[in-house]
Nanobody, 117 residues
Framework: QVQLVESGGGLVQAGGSLRLSCTASRRTFSTMGWFRQAPGKEREFVAAISSDGRSTSYADSVKGRFAISRDNAKNTVYLQMNSLKPEDAAVYYC????????????WGQGTQVTVSS
């Protein structure tokens, strides 16, 4: 089973930017995506990208601010987050995506994003 390692989180001021990375232990031929979980809330879908990188989808809350991309040569998926808001603060995870926005597979440790107002 593929292992996923997320990185790139940190503390940023509102309006700032961060780029998250998710590196897989081997090549994945699947749609991949990002999810997030804030304290006291359920984990939610953020963005997904097709295996060839040509198709992307986003949660309404991040459209126009976040961009997902992937580099299959590096087995890595990225999430560029711009214009961050305090409500974006969460632990961010990547995973295989099925049915558009459903996670499938084991979770990594995630990466913490904190946004100060």
């Amino acid at each position: 089973q593929v292992q996923l390692v997320e990185s790139g989180g940190g503390l940023v001021q509102a309006g700032g930017s961060l780029r998250l990375s998710c590196t897989a232990s081997r090549r994945t031929f699947s749609t991949m995506g990002w999810f997030r979980q804030a304290p006291g809330k359920e984990r939610e879908f953020v963005a997904a990208i097709s295996s060839d990188g040509r198709s992307t989808s986003y949660a309404d809350s991040v459209k126009g601010r976040f961009a997902i991309s992937r580099d299959n040569a590096k087995n890595t998926v990225y999430l560029q987050m711009n214009s961050l808001k305090p409500e974006d603060a969460a632990v961010y995870y990547c995973n295989t995506v099925i049915n558009g926005d459903r996670p499938f597979g084991s979770w990594g440790q995630g990466t913490q994003v904190t946004v100060s107002s």
